[in-house]
């Protein structure tokens, strides 16, 4: 998904990658609630 989100952003720097990757990973689509059995779990930012 990194790589997807340099070719959509090729002039952004990298920590707006980052920024928009760790947003991409909190609303999977498809899996909203995680990719695992169990309960959903906060992750920690930073």
Do not use: S, T, V, Y
Not at 3 to 17: G, K, S, T, V, Y
Request: charged letters at 35%; hydrophobic letters at 25%; one cysteine or more.
């Amino acid at each position: 998904m990194r790589q997807n989100l340099r070719r959509a952003h090729p002039d952004a720097p990298a920590e707006h990658i980052e920024q928009l990757l760790r947003k991409w990973i909190g609303r999977r689509p498809g899996a909203e609630k995680g990719d695992c059995p169990g309960p959903p779990r906060r992750l920690r930012e930073g």
